[in-house]
Nanobody, 127 residues
Framework: QVQLRESGGGLVQAGGSLRLSCAASGRTVSSYVMGWFRQAPGKERDFVAAINWSGSNTSYADSVKGRFTISRDNAKNTVWLKMNSLKPEDTAVYYC????????????????????WGQGTQVTVSS
């Protein structure tokens, strides 16, 4: 069983930056694709970014491309999401997730294929 715990959310002004962390425990996630998703009130859970096991392959939603960066350190069993140039529309609860089906393909953006989830961390961007 994998437990995921996000941290690093908070309140930031538009144009600011935050770095979210996702610490895994219970089992190593070094062979899993890891993803970040977000969900705003009353909206669907949306794909943000994903990274393959080695970090050599990443994918991003068009809305965050060029502003967000996903990275990982398998020795620390941790994944990060660095968010720059934040906008009010980035406000949401951000979730970390593990896709145990594939290790090398980071292109699956459907939240339903991810097997393990964290509890989420709130990001609020004020205008």
């Amino acid at each position: 069983q994998v437990q995921l715990r996000e941290s690093g959310g908070g309140l930031v002004q538009a144009g600011g930056s935050l770095r979210l962390s996702c610490a895994a425990s219970g089992r190593t996630v070094s062979s899993y694709v890891m993803g970040w998703f977000r969900q705003a009130p009353g909206k669907e859970r949306d794909f943000v970014a994903a990274i393959n096991w080695s970090g050599s392959n990443t994918s991003y939603a068009d809305s965050v491309k060029g502003r967000f960066t996903i990275s990982r350190d398998n020795a620390k069993n941790t994944v990060w999401l660095k968010m720059n140039s934040l906008k009010p529309e980035d406000t949401a609860v951000y979730y970390c997730a593990a896709d145990t089906t594939y290790s090398n393909y980071a292109g699956r953006s459907n939240w339903r294929v991810y097997d393990y989830w964290g509890q989420g961390t709130q990001v609020t961007v004020s205008s």
